[in-house]
């Protein structure tokens, strides 16, 4: 079962987060057979961190709950909050396969939360080249579409939206975020 996991930063967390680092990146690495993606998001300067986005495969909703809330970062009260949500993942790879690499042009998360009578969004859109993540977010059993996620490279927030059917959502959020992990 593949799952997404949002933590937000709580304000003036960032000196808790550099304190905490490497103890999030060894707990990271005791998942790195199960992620997906994962990296920073950004406010936007695109510099200051003000959460974390990981995706997993996972063996049922109880681990992707102990995923996030044993996270290091969670124990120490560096987040506000943790939206996790079961996920499907179109593209069939993780971001180290997009063909993109690591580091060409900017990347966002696009974050559609749902409320439209039907769901959005359910195929990979026509031109996916840009996509390095994209998906549904669905209920723990996953008969119900919430929203849809997806990480995309693209020229700005604006052109990163674009994703994301327009009206379908009751909210859509953008971040500046960026390939997460051991440099």
Known sequence: MEFFCYHRDRPGSLPLRHELLEKHWSYMDQY????IARGPIFAEDGETPTGSVHILDLPDPAAA???AFDEPN???GAYRDVLLRRWRNLLGRTMWEFPGGPTTGNRYLVLGLGSAPAAADLDTPPDSDDLIAYGPLLSDDGSAWLGTAALVRAPDGETARGVLTRGRYAEVEV???EFGGRR
């Open 175 to 177: 971040h500046a975020w």
């Open 65 to 67: 709950r102990a995923f």
């Open 32 to 35: 790195a057979t199960e992620m």
């Open 74 to 76: 969670y124990q120490a």
